[in-house]
T-cell receptor, first 116, second 115 residues
């Protein structure tokens, strides 16, 4: 069975602090894809990043960085120098090959609150 | 570029009423999905379609029906609304299939309350 766990339900930080959102996944498949989505207070889902199971390179995009470690089945997301606009719910998701038409398996989400 | 469009954005239903949530995409994607998001939870798959005329159940299909008569449209039908179906519903589309590393494109959601 496949599963995604985001153990942090809520995180509150003060602006300019760094924050890491944890994501742990479970799958027996050797080929899979991982995604992060942002859901701001307006409610839409915004795609942030994808990672293939065979590509363990970390990635940095501006203040965002992602650390993918297959050895620990983790795909963590770090925001550096957080800003109020980063306040949102963040979802980690997993797609396995052949699974129900490529459905995404979502974690429960982490609600990030960045206070000024 | 409209992407994935869902209507309505909000709706209140009475128990036992029926309604159809509309979803249309203009990207010629062959895969489409319906998810529901309950408070404090991630999204769960209701139904999906891999092309016109082909649909299949997801994790939580009970109480819902879908059809896919065209590539563009994938409506979700609630026949007898129940309070347990109060949720936010998201439609999504994907160009290629389960082996794709492309992200799903999501609509803005329909917030449905059943009283």
């Amino acid at each position: 069975a496949q599963k995604v766990t985001q153990a942090q339900t809520e995180i509150s930080v003060v602006e300019k602090e760094d924050v890491t959102l944890d994501c742990v996944y479970e799958t027996r498949d050797t080929t899979y894809y991982l995604f992060w989505y942002k859901q701001p207070p307006s409610g839409e889902l915004v795609f942030l990043i994808r990672r293939n199971s065979f590509d363990e390179q970390n990635e940095i995009s501006g203040r965002y960085s992602w650390n993918f470690q297959k050895s620990t089945s983790s795909f963590n997301f770090t925001i550096t120098a957080s800003q109020v606009v980063d306040s949102a719910v963040y979802f980690c998701a997993l797609r396995v090959v052949g699974g129900q038409g490529g459905k995404l398996i979502f974690g429960q989400g982490t609600e990030l609150s960045v206070k000024p | 570029n409209a992407g994935v469009t869902q209507t309505p954005k909000f709706r209140i239903l009475k128990i036992g009423q029926s309604m159809t949530l509309q979803c249309t995409q203009d990207m010629n994607h062959n895969y489409m999905y319906w998810y529901r998001q309950d408070p404090g939870m991630g999204l769960k798959l209701i139904y999906y379609s891999v092309g016109a005329g082909i649909t299949d159940k997801g994790e939580v299909p009970n109480g819902y029906n879908v059809s896919r008569s065209t590539t563009e449209d994938f409506p979700l039908r609630l026949e007898l609304a129940a309070p347990s179906q109060t949720s936010v519903y998201f439609c999504a589309s994907l160009q290629t299939g389960s082996s794709s590393n492309q992200p799903q494109h999501f609509g803005d959601g329909t917030r449905l309350s059943i009283l």
